[in-house]
């Protein structure tokens, strides 16, 4: 039911497209009809699409990983020392309130090239993964911290048998939020210039040189990538926490 529901939303959504292409905005020529941005996908082709969307695909997965590797490492050591809270949490809120772009000109300044991209796309998963895990760490249950407490387990064992597993919805729920903007932080980190190649560079260059077609394509590509990075970590979250959907088997 919720596939068809899904497909019927997708199927709504390019009709309207289609009808404000054909009508609304058919002279001023901003916005193609579907078949147009589909001829120019094709005539563009594996060999302009593939390598773009790969350096902007690596540098995701990079800033994916050590943005919610440090998320969940800073989100440990706060449980275990408690004192660091107010200190990680501030940090976390200035990096989500502080907008991408204007911090990446002085990011890539002070590291250049790739690592820009990278940094970015770190940044723009580090606060909704810390939080997440935050939220999940706490969430343990008392009789279990308690049972794990009266068979001689300390404050790792707590963690080791409980707490972690706890927190594994709530840090998945983050993930699957951090997947897209991954993707979103790693496109803004090519449009400042910081790489040859990537999605975020070919949409600027398309832009400039009045390519609609190209350009609609190119924010279909990474439309596309960011939903099935946010599909892949919620099937990976749904196998692995399978009791979060009732779905544990005894």
């Known amino acids: 039911?919720?596939?068809?529901?899904?497909?019927?939303?997708?199927?709504?959504?390019?009709?309207?497209?289609?009808?404000?292409?054909?009508?609304?905005?058919a002279d001023g020529g901003a916005v193609p009809t579907p078949v147009a941005v589909l001829e120019s996908m094709g005539a563009d082709g594996w060999a302009f699409?593939?390598?773009?969307?790969?350096?902007t695909l690596s540098a995701a997965v990079q800033g994916f990983l050590w943005g919610n590797g440090l998320a969940i490492g800073v989100a440990l050591l706060v449980l275990l020392v408690p004192r660091l809270e107010a200190v990680?949490?501030?940090?976390?809120?200035?990096?989500y309130c502080i907008p991408l772009l204007a911090i990446g000109p002085i990011v890539l300044v002070v590291f250049g090239g790739d690592?820009?991209?990278?940094?970015?796309?770190?940044?723009?998963?580090?606060?909704?993964?810390?939080?997440g895990a935050l939220l999940g760490l706490r969430s343990a249950d008392?009789?279990?911290l308690d049972l794990v407490t009266v068979y001689g387990g300390g404050r790792l064992a707590r963690l080791?048998?409980?707490?972690?597993?706890?927190?594994?919805?709530?840090?998945?729920?983050?993930?699957?939020?951090?997947?897209?903007s991954a993707l979103?932080?790693?496109?803004?980190?090519?449009?400042l210039g910081s790489n040859d190649q990537g999605l975020g560079v070919s949409l600027m260059i398309s832009q400039q040189q009045f390519q609609v077609p190209r350009t609609w394509g190119l924010a279909l590509v990474s439309g596309l990538i960011a939903g099935l990075g946010y599909a892949l970590v919620?099937?990976?979250?749904?196998?692995?926490?399978?009791?979060?959907?009732?779905?544990a088997t005894s």
Not at 49 to 55: I, L, S, T, W
């Open 160 to 180: 080791r048998y409980v707490q972690i597993i706890s927190a594994l919805p709530s840090t998945f729920a983050g993930l699957k939020i951090s997947a897209p």
């Open 1 to 25: 039911m919720r596939r068809a529901q899904g497909l019927a939303g997708v199927v709504a959504l390019v009709a309207v497209w289609w009808l404000l292409a054909a009508t609304v905005f």
């Open 234 to 247: 919620a099937l990976v979250a749904r196998v692995v926490t399978p009791w979060s959907r009732g779905e």
């Open 142 to 144: 008392r009789t279990s």
């Open 115 to 131: 690592a820009t991209v990278v940094f970015l796309a770190a940044i723009s998963v580090f606060f909704t993964t810390l939080i």
């Open 184 to 191: 979103l932080g790693a496109i803004i980190g090519e449009y």
């Open 49 to 55: 699409y593939g390598p773009n969307a790969a350096a």
């Open 88 to 95: 990680a949490t501030q940090l976390a809120v200035i990096s």
